[in-house]
């Protein structure tokens, strides 16, 4: 039997807010399954119930196995799924957006269209990874240079700051063993950033794919976003994995990263961050949590949808 259209997607009020939610959830060597509204993690050790309203991202590592149930109550919730790969994060799926207002990614793709603006965002953004300097008259070149210095420095610092040694930042995409201790870490941490990142900006309907600093990729914006947060969170946590050995790198990359995002509170601060660099007031609550469609006419008029609104009916 047919269950098209029977299990609607759970209402707003009935979901976290994505800056309550757990940053992510990694899984690894089980089988992930639903159980009413939450999942369920099997493995030789048991089951544990995870309620999936309240996870931002869910990592699946090596010899996981996710059923259509789960997925299913996963997208209702507006979670993003990562598939984590032995040596590194990925992106590949995400649900659908918390709000049902279109209001966020209207004003975000109305940033972007304008060349004026997209570069009032892009220098909103350096502001916020150089505090107490001004970006305003700065060209996009001289914002580069700034950005490559800061990141040099910081490298610097977080080596100093743990005792690791530093030679500079390199990496194979195919080759993740090839880097050292740091640089393992940090491409670890990058990755994960963008799985975390990724998922706020899905839940909050925005698209990845138009960016302000970065261009030509579908996770553009994704790049923006996590890289505001690159030298605070990301880099001290691979820093601090590498102090700890250069066994299983990665895995203790990311628990590092993970007491930072839950510290510093990341996911709410994101959330903060992507509307006021899009200048979105949010409107009204009521307007945010209604499911409602409505047509545009002349003049920048929008009337009901769901009705016909010609002179003669439609039989």
């Not at 089980?30 to 309203?53: E, K, M, Q």
């Not at 709000?99 to 975000?108: F, I």
């Not at 008029?301 to 003669?312: P, S």
């Amino acid at each position: 039997m047919s269950t098209v259209s029977r299990r609607g997607a759970s209402s707003p009020r009935e979901l976290s807010r994505v800056g309550d939610r757990l940053s992510f959830v990694y899984l690894e060597r089980c089988t992930v399954h639903r159980d009413d509204n939450a999942i369920t993690a099997t493995d030789a050790d048991g089951v544990t119930h995870i309620p999936s309203a309240t996870i931002g991202a869910l990592l699946l590592g090596p010899g996981t196995r996710v059923t259509h149930q789960a997925m299913s109550v996963l997208g209702e919730c507006g979670a993003s799924v990562v598939w984590v790969g032995e040596h590194g994060v990925r992106f590949y799926a995400g649900g659908r957006a918390l709000s049902r207002s279109s209001g966020l990614a209207e004003a975000h793709a109305t940033a972007w269209a304008n060349r004026r603006t997209r570069l009032e965002v892009a220098r909103a953004m350096y502001r916020l990874r150089f505090p107490g300097e001004d970006t305003a008259g700065s060209t996009r070149q001289e914002l580069l240079s700034r950005e490559g210095r800061r990141l040099k420095e910081c490298y610097r610092r977080e080596s100093a700051r743990t005792g690791v040694p530093w030679v500079r930042r390199t990496y194979d995409r195919h080759d993740f063993a090839a880097g050292d201790a740091p640089n393992q870490g940090i491409t670890a941490a990058g990755q994960c950033m963008y799985g975390v990142v990724h998922a706020v900006v899905v839940a909050l309907g925005c698209s990845p794919a138009l960016g302000f600093v970065h261009s030509g990729h579908d996770r553009s914006f994704v790049f923006d976003v996590a890289d505001l947060y690159k030298t605070e969170i990301g880099i001290p946590a691979a820093f601090d994995a590498a102090a700890e050995g250069t066994e299983e790198i990665a895995s203790r990359t990311r628990r590092a990263l993970r007491d930072r995002i839950n510290r510093t509170g990341l996911l709410d601060r994101c959330v903060r961050d992507i509307t006021e660099l899009l200048a979105y007031d949010g409107g009204s609550e009521e307007a945010e949590h209604q499911d409602r469609v409505t047509l545009q006419s002349d003049r920048d008029l929008h009337v009901e949808g769901g009705r016909n609104h010609g002179e003669e009916p439609i039989w």
